[in-house]
């Protein structure tokens, strides 16, 4: 699954920065661990902490439903390259669209993306490829042939994307959106915490 944090300009961007940096320095005072506060080895209250403190800025996550994919796709691993590609691609053409449709963005507008993935999870084809597969389909469509359809571009104007792959020991939104993410996972994984999703200003997609 993938999951993170949403923004349009960079001072919202910030904003949500400085307040994760404060809210880890905060718990980091009282903890000490003297290492990334990864989720996996946080306590809830801690995890709920860290959460709340950039909860209000725009979120999406996407889910894999792995009993739902072919054995053919799981069991190469090109192919769950490709297939995780393909989420992602998915929800970001899905933010973009709902961004457009709502007026925060408009089609004719030239439009500089910028996406911020873990390290830990560069696919193997390398970033050139999925990063010109994103513009591609955002500013010219694309065609599937197999199903005779054709998706029509988001944008008319200028597109820029350019995909980083960061270490998320030195990138607290990458820390944010790791606490995010076991957040989903979970409301998944434990019964009686579907509400875990209830997240304003969350979009949660599931594939396939």
Known sequence: MYAGFVFFDRE????AKRKYTKALKDLDGKLKLGREY???????????????????????????KLDRVYNSILSDLKS??????????????????????????CKEDDVELVISIDE?????????????????????????????????PIFTGNVSVRVMYCDSSKNHLIQ???????????????????????????KNLTFP
Do not use: P
């Open 12 to 15: 919202t961007r910030d904003c």
């Open 38 to 64: 990864k989720a996996a080895f946080l306590a809830g209250k801690h995890k709920r902490f860290l959460f709340n403190s950039v909860k209000e800025f725009q979120s999406l996550s996407m889910v894999v």
């Open 80 to 105: 769950r390259c490709r297939f995780k590609d393909y989420v992602l691609k998915r929800g970001i053409k899905q933010t973009l669209e709902d961004a457009v449709n709502n007026r925060i963005i």
């Open 120 to 152: 830990q999870l560069t696919a193997t084809n390398g970033y050139y490829s999925l990063q010109d597969s994103i513009k591609e389909e955002l500013k010219y469509g694309i065609t599937n042939f197999d199903y005779s359809k054709v998706h029509k």
């Open 176 to 202: 944010a959106s790791d606490i995010l993410a076991n957040r989903i996972r979970a409301s998944y994984c434990k019964e009686d915490v579907g509400h875990l999703r209830e997240i304003v200003n969350h």
